[in-house]
């Protein structure tokens, strides 16, 4: 296996309030991108990542999906309480998109409008739905992805990690094979590259670290409008 990752405050924004987890020894990659006023944002991120990654290797009960599950509710509750210790953390969360490589597998959970792609014998996938309001039109057929990059409603999140004590948190598994590429990332990535972009630079680059200062690099190109983070891993 192996795996690269690099995040960016981008050209706009003051700070960066990305967070990511590489950690190849056991096989976990994650994302998060937060959200709230007086650097509230970047803490909630920081503490859902950490304490995901506490509890899941703290406790070893149970099948896999159940221990990342478990995880990320309990990243949940860390973020929540944390919101409501102080006025300036008061309503701040994160988006959570989460990869654990146990074996053969792949298990993840995802809320908020970072995401998870699959490239695979060339192909390139969408694992997650986005969880915000233009993600809703989009599969409802209200608007084209086109519209909902223009939309000036496209960083209103339905969902989000630590802003209510239950979070809805996606889950699911599935099967890896040699070669498959996961890439995640938050909103400043896809937001300004699409798709088949995104796939012809996983295709040309067979070094992780070139693909993701290629992806970097191309979304400040396109105007850098806000924090950058790319997490690419190999499967072999």
């Not at 924004?13 to 509230?40: C, S, T, W």
């Not at 309480?81 to 998109?97: A, C, E, F, V």
């Not at 057929?141 to 339905?158: D, F, K, V």
Request: a negative charge; proline letters at 2%; glycine letters at 8%.
């Amino acid at each position: 296996m192996q795996a690269e990752a690099l995040s960016h405050t981008g050209l706009v924004r003051p700070g960066n309030e990305d967070y990511y987890i590489v950690n190849m020894e056991k096989g976990l990659f994650a994302v998060a991108d937060g959200m709230g006023g007086h650097q509230a944002g970047e803490i909630a991120s920081h503490l859902a990542l950490e304490a995901l990654a506490e509890k899941l290797f703290s406790d070893s009960s149970g099948d896999p999906l159940s221990r990342i599950l478990a995880a990320s509710t309990f990243a949940n509750e860390v973020v929540y309480r944390s919101s409501l210790s102080s006025q300036d953390r008061n309503g701040m969360g994160t988006t959570l998109t989460v990869f654990w490589v146990n074996g053969n597998k792949g298990y993840l959970t995802h809320i908020g409008d970072s995401r998870a792609y699959l490239f695979r014998n060339g192909q390139l996938k969408v694992l997650t739905n986005d969880h915000s309001y233009v993600g809703e039109l989009v599969r409802n057929g209200e608007i084209t992805i086109e519209e909902a990059r223009q939309h000036p409603y496209r960083n209103i999140l339905t969902r989000a990690l630590g802003t209510n004590s239950v979070a809805e948190i996606d889950t699911w598994e599935m099967d890896l094979f040699e070669g498959d590429c996961l890439l995640l990332c938050t909103d400043g990535l896809y937001e300004v590259i699409e798709d088949d972009e995104l796939a012809m630079i996983l295709s040309r680059y067979q070094d992780l670290a070139k693909a993701t200062r290629e992806l970097i690099n191309l979304a400040l190109a396109r105007g850098g409008p806000d924090n950058i983070t790319v997490v690419l891993v190999r499967y072999e």
